[in-house]
């Protein structure tokens, strides 16, 4: 894969989970199965880490006006806030899943007015 194509699907997998992690904190886990939302969980770090995974082939410091070093840190985070969900859940530790999400996605929101 390009750079370019990892930034896209990177994108899109971030704008997809952010979505469904607010989705399930706005509605406090209820109408999920325990079951559906740790397959989601798991899911969306395996996607995380294949991007990390494609990432790390590339060779080219800059791509098509985007830096290597700017996309690693955009999937990075993506996956540390996967593996940390996951594990807030998997401990049945919701207050501090719903606290990691929230940070995470008014980081995004504020981040992406600059």
């Not at 798991?42 to 494609?54: A, S």
Request: hydrophobic share 40%.
């Amino acid at each position: 894969m390009k750079l370019k194509e990892i930034f896209e699907a990177y994108v899109d997998l971030n704008r997809e989970y952010v979505l469904y992690v607010n989705e399930i904190i706005n509605k406090n886990f209820e109408g999920y199965s325990e079951e559906e939302i740790m397959k989601n969980l798991i899911k969306g770090k395996e996607k995380f880490q294949e991007l990390m995974n494609e990432v790390d082939k590339i060779e080219a410091e800059e791509e098509d006006g985007l830096y290597l070093k700017d996309v690693k840190y955009g999937i990075v985070d993506g996956l540390f806030l996967a593996i940390d969900l996951y594990n807030f859940y998997y401990s049945k530790q919701l207050e501090r899943f719903k606290m990691r999400g929230v940070n995470y996605i008014r980081k995004g929101r504020v981040t992406s007015f600059f």
